[in-house]
T-cell receptor, first 109, second 117 residues
Framework: LAKTTQPISMDSYEGQEVNITCSHN???????ITWYQQFPSQGPRFIIQ???TKVTNEVASLFIPADRKSSTLSLPRVSLSDTAVYYC??????????FGQGTTLQVKP | GAVVSQHPSWVICKSGTSVKIECRSL??????MFWYRQFPKQSLMLMAT?????????EQGVEKDKFLINHASLTLSTLTVTSAHPEDSSFYIC?????????????FGPGTRLTVL
């Protein structure tokens, strides 16, 4: 299972774009990269998943370079309600997810 | 995204009793579900992998006789905490694996807060 490394915390202001980068140097050929958001006392919520290049949905974009050793979650125009912990995970063929510390994003007014 | 439910959302029990937590995938079938626990201010810790129709696979350090897992159908997995003690108090979260399409995604339940008195 590929280990992921991401910043422990980040601060931002409302309306700004936030980019959270995650490194996963040991990612395997068939692995996917998945990002989750978690609020206190709730289960993680799926944000986005990708394999390579760029993926975009209604809430975020995910950028993955050609070597796939890192990925960047981009949240456009964050609001106070985006304050949460964000987890970057690598999904292997076993399906098992090993959570790291995640990135605590604090959005300020 | 797919929806996963858990029941109950919170439970308080006396030390020595057993507690059962249900995890259901509501709009898809999941041959594999996972159970996690999370202590305050910490990340999720994988406890076990639950496979429909077979025995669960436990992570190292997790007592299989204490945390009984049953995955009797493609939409339901249960976790029973047997002879619960205060140190078992935690936030238990399940997830269901959706690998029907080209991708492989886990969807999480809302969690169950267990407090053992």
């Amino acid at each position: 299972l590929a280990k992921t490394t991401q910043p422990i915390s980040m601060d931002s202001y409302e309306g700004q774009e936030v980019n959270i980068t995650c490194s996963h140097n040991n990612i395997a050929t068939n692995d996917y990269i998945t990002w989750y958001q978690q609020f206190p006392s709730q289960g993680p919520r799926f944000i986005i998943q990708g394999y390579k290049t760029k993926v975009t949905n209604e809430v975020a974009s995910l950028f993955i370079p050609a070597d796939r050793k890192s990925s960047t979650l981009s949240l456009p125009r964050v609001s106070l309600s985006d304050t949460a912990v964000y987890y970057c995970l690598v999904t292997s063929n076993t399906g098992k997810l090993i959570f790291g510390q995640g990135t605590t994003l604090q959005v300020k007014p | 995204g797919a929806v996963v439910s858990q029941h109950p959302s919170w439970v308080i029990c006396k030390s020595g009793t057993s507690v059962k937590i249900e995890c259901r995938s509501l709009d898809f079938q999941a041959t594999t579900m996972f159970w996690y626990r999370q202590f305050p201010k910490q990340s999720l810790m994988l406890m076990a992998t639950s496979n429909e129709g077979s025995k669960a696979t436990y992570e190292q350090g997790v007592e299989k006789d204490k945390f009984l897992i049953n995955h009797a159908s493609l939409t339901l997995s249960t976790l029973t905490v047997t002879s619960a003690h205060p140190e078992d108090s935690s936030f238990y979260i399940c997830s269901a694996r959706d690998n029907r399409g080209r991708t492989d995604t886990q969807y999480f339940g809302p969690g169950t807060r267990l407090t053992v008195l």
